[in-house]
């Protein structure tokens, strides 16, 4: 089991930055990764980016790409996205998730998941709010 919390969002200008926080606690040694989501009223939740628990490798949505970074600090058990030139669009309650649990096949082989499907990942945090003004 693992327990997730969010922190740092808030109301910014376009242009601005934010960098939220991911607080992880619980049994999480070795997970697979964690992600950050954004969900808008009336929209899709979507993946904006993630970082894996293996090597450190990243993925990003094409929107965020060269705006975003996604950053962990193990000493403190806690998974950063920087948030640089925002905009409108970026409005959304950002979650972060840990996909905690290996999801294999019968045969005990992973199965393939595109990284930003959510149905992946084992727990989510509260979720914190992010809005851009215009």
């Known amino acids: 089991q693992a327990q997730l919390v969010e922190s740092g969002g808030g109301l910014v200008q376009s242009g601005g930055s934010l960098r939220l926080s991911c607080a992880v606690s619980?049994?999480?040694?070795?997970?697979?990764?964690i992600g950050w989501f954004r969900q808008a009223p009336g929209k899709e939740r979507e993946g904006v980016s993630c970082?894996?628990?293996?090597?450190?490798?990243?993925n990003y949505v094409d929107s965020v790409k060269g705006r975003f970074t996604i950053s962990r600090d193990d000493a403190k058990n806690t998974v950063y996205l920087q948030m640089n030139s925002l905009k409108p669009e970026d409005t959304a309650v950002y979650y972060c998730?840990?996909?905690?649990?290996?999801?294999?096949?019968?045969?005990?082989?992973?199965?393939?998941?595109?990284?930003?499907?959510?149905?992946?990942?084992?727990?989510w945090g509260q979720g914190t709010q992010v809005t851009v003004s215009s």
């Open positions: 970082i894996s628990g293996s090597d450190g490798s990243t």
């Open positions: 998730a840990i996909d905690l649990v290996p999801d294999l096949r019968p045969d005990g082989s992973n199965t393939v998941i595109p990284w930003y499907d959510p149905v992946q990942y084992d727990y």
């Open positions: 619980g049994d999480t040694s070795d997970y697979v990764a």
